[in-house]
Each structure stands twice: as structure tokens, then as C-alpha cells.
T-cell receptor, first 110, second 117 residues
Framework: QKEVEQNSGPLSVPEGAIASLNCTYSDRGSQSFFWYRQYSGKSPELIMSIYSNGDKEDGRFTAQLNKASQYVSLLIRDSQPSDSATYLCAVIEGYSTLTFGKGTMLLVSP | GAVVSQHPSRVICKSGTSVKIECRSLDFQATTMFWYRQFPKQSLMLMATSNEGSKATYEQGVEKDKFLINHASLTLSTLTVTSAHPEDSSFYIC?????????????FGPGTRLTVL
């Protein structure tokens, strides 16, 4: 059974700090990796996708993928209180369905 | 990114009635759409996979006769909750798959909050 593991948190960081969110996955055949942000009472919003090993940067966000270690992470630089949300890691193999982690709650304090 | 809409955003109905929720991909064609349900403070739960022009594939434990899914076009999927009961009250979210080159990305709609009285 495919599994995606995330620490549920909450991860608390002060405003301006770097938030580091981690995710491991069990299916070595996974090919596509995503980070979604979900605010309370809202639907998930795609913030990063990554498909190959290494780093991918988009503004304050950097996704890191290491397929050998089956590990994907999300770094948020200069964290803002508005970044406080639950971050969902998701993986997909081929054209199958997304497998989600349970999410990590991030709290950024002013 | 691509945009997915849902309608209605919120619905309140009486027990025993049926409710239809629409999911549209606005700027891309989606051969596959997905329906999720999320209870408060819980994870997303995949209910079914909807493929254009064919029958939906339901996850284990989801009643296909209660949750009717129709994917009649490449931009529209509908979920009908039949004979709704209070335990069906939840946040229903659809997503649509966009395939570009070799990348496969799912975009979520804003969700529909269903309250059954």
C-alpha cells in the first residue's frame, strides 16, 4: 500500500524564519511530487510540483526531491503569518491517483 | 495555474433530498476528475475517480448508488448526493487532472460545504 508520511506538527516558526517541511513516501515508483497548502475551511491549493531530483525554487518556496532516499521537502523562506496553514505532501505514480500525507500544520508567529 | 470551479459553494438541504455539485475545469480539458470528501480536522478522503465518457471508479466503502458521478464532457463532472442524510454533511472537493507533456498535475476546486438538516 502506498504511504506518504508527514509529521503532523504543529511546526512553529517566528516570522522571517525558514520553515522546513518534510515528507517521505513508500512507493519507489512515484514520479510526481506536490506540495499543497490548505487553509482551515478551504480546499487545497497547489504551491509546488517537482518531478526530478534536486531543488526547484519558486519565490520564497523551494522544493527538494531525493528519489534515492524517497524524501521530498519544502522550504519556506522569510515565513509570514499568512503562511500559517496545513501543508499536504502528495505523490503520484504514472497516471494513478494522488496519495496524500496527513499534512503538517505550520504556525508562523508575528 | 489552471482553474477549477465548483458550484454551489455552500448548500443546506433537508434530509432525504438530493443535491448536485458541479465541478468545471475552466481553462483546460480534464479527462479525469476526482471527488474528495473532508470532515472537520481530518484528511482528504478520495471518494471516486471520474473519467470522461465512462463510469466512475469508486473507492472502497463509497456507495456508488448514493454518490452518483457523471463526467459528460472534458470540462464538467457532477456529483449527486442522493437521499442525503445528516451524516453526509461534509466538505466536498473536486480536482481535475491536467496533463501537459509528461507532467501530471491535479488542481482543486474551492469545495462545496454540504449541510443536511
Amino acid at each position: 500500500q502506498k504511504e506518504v508520511e508527514q509529521n503532523s506538527g504543529p511546526l512553529s516558526v517566528p516570522e522571517g524564519a525558514i520553515a522546513s517541511l518534510n515528507c517521505t513516501y513508500s512507493d519507489r515508483g512515484s514520479q510526481s511530487f506536490f506540495w499543497y497548502r490548505q487553509y482551515s475551511g478551504k480546499s487545497p491549493e497547489l504551491i509546488m510540483s517537482i518531478y526530478s531530483n534536486g531543488d526547484k525554487e519558486d519565490g520564497r518556496f523551494t522544493a527538494q526531491l531525493n528519489k534515492a532516499s524517497q524524501y521530498v521537502s519544502l522550504l519556506i523562506r522569510d515565513s509570514q503569518p499568512s503562511d500559517s496553514a496545513t501543508y499536504l505532501c502528495a505523490v503520484i505514480e504514472g497516471y494513478s491517483t494522488l496519495t496524500f500525507g496527513k499534512g503538517t500544520m505550520l504556525l508562523v508567529s508575528p | 495555474g489552471a482553474v477549477v470551479s465548483q458550484h454551489p459553494s455552500r448548500v443546506i438541504c433537508k434530509s432525504g433530498t438530493s443535491v448536485k455539485i458541479e465541478c468545471r475545469s475552466l481553462d483546460f480539458q480534464a479527462t479525469t476528475m476526482f471527488w474528495y470528501r473532508q470532515f472537520p480536522k481530518q484528511s482528504l478522503m478520495l471518494m471516486a475517480t471520474s473519467n470522461e465518457g465512462s463510469k466512475a471508479t469508486y473507492e472502497q466503502g463509497v456507495e456508488k448508488d448514493k454518490f452518483l458521478i457523471n463526467h459528460a464532457s472534458l470540462t464538467l463532472s457532477t456529483l449527486t448526493v442522493t437521499s442525503a442524510h445528516p451524516e453526509d454533511s461534509s466538505f466536498y472537493i473536486c480536482s481535475a487532472r491536467e496533463l501537459v507533456s509528461r507532467t501530471d498535475t491535479q488542481y482543486f476546486g474551492p469545495g462545496t460545504r454540504l449541510t443536511v438538516l
